[in-house]
């Protein structure tokens, strides 16, 4: 018995040191979640201030200048609570190297060179397809379609870095897979439609290497932390059934061991005791006699009473009544 006792309390501290981390856990994304809507409430107030300067101009310029006020403050909110992918070169390989390096994106659809780390804001990583280009001596050097997606990571904070094959313009590189490419081996077609002519690719010609840096909208990391709260709190719940049956089975183990219990069972519906001898007759004449008595004296004094106003009321010296 003492040994199962034994085995379930590591289990049970275990289970509580999980519970602590669990906790703080929610404790953190709560905090953030508050931090998230505190923002958004003084965004809030500040539109509506910015609004309120433009109902109060009396001036056609003054109107002017704040509406320009509350244009450029939605433009800092949205930049600020947009997506956003920052894309830096770290190098360049093969005939790529001493080229100059641009990037295209198509959603948003815009062109960017890589002569210092860009940032593409209000992107999609769902739909976006970006492409790498590089000029080098007259030459120019192409990506595959690259797709966003796995390029954006989904822990915050973290960086993904990519080696990314080149091959010269004019070759069809649509259907270009780079991750088998990355030692300089065989290209290969990567076109899912079976019925499509495969194709064939040359050697690469060149890499460059990008990092990729992604953080996430304002409304992502709302769902996101919503998400993550509602999972730690079908985890702490988890926790604590677990700490009840570790608690039930400690609890059973020791009944079964034949331990005396602080109380007894059947306590409550215990027979009391009848008490016996001479002090137990007289408890109960007085139980029995005692309730008459109260009730039958007051008739004695009544009428003993009214017997002796009658027969010795003149040794009372009342004085007689004058008619």
Known sequence: LKDKIKMASPSMESLEREL???????????????????????????????????????????????????KELEAKITAREASKLVVTLLGLKGEAEGGTVSLSCSSPIEDFELSS?????????????????????????????????????DEADAAKEEEIALVLEGSDASGFDNTDNADGSQGTDVTNDPAAPQKTFGTPVGFVSLKFEYERSGDENKKLLIKAFNELGEQRMKVISQMRAVANVATTERGAGGRPGAV???????????????????????????????????????????????????????PIPVI
């Open 117 to 153: 780390p860009v940032t593409i804001s209000e992107i999609d990583p769902s739909v976006a397809i970006l492409t790498v280009s590089v000029d080098v001596g007259g030459k120019k050097l192409v990506s595959a379609s690259l797709d966003a997606q796995p390029l954006c990571s």
């Open 264 to 318: 007894k069972g059947g306590f409550l519906n215990a027979k009391k005791k009848e008490p016996t001898g001479l002090f137990a007759k007289g408890q109960e004449l007085t139980q029995k006699w005692l309730p008459r008595f109260m009730m039958v004296k007051n008739y004695v004094l009544f009428f003993g009473v009214v017997g002796m106003m009658h027969w010795k009321g003149n040794e009372l010296h009342v």
């Open 20 to 70: 602590k981390s669990v906790s703080d856990k929610i404790g953190m994304t709560s905090e953030a979640l508050r931090a998230l809507q505190r923002r958004a409430d003084e965004d809030a107030f500040a539109l509506k201030r910015a609004r309120g300067k433009i109902d109060k101009a009396e001036t056609s310029e003054a109107k002017e200048m704040a509406e320009a006020e509350r």
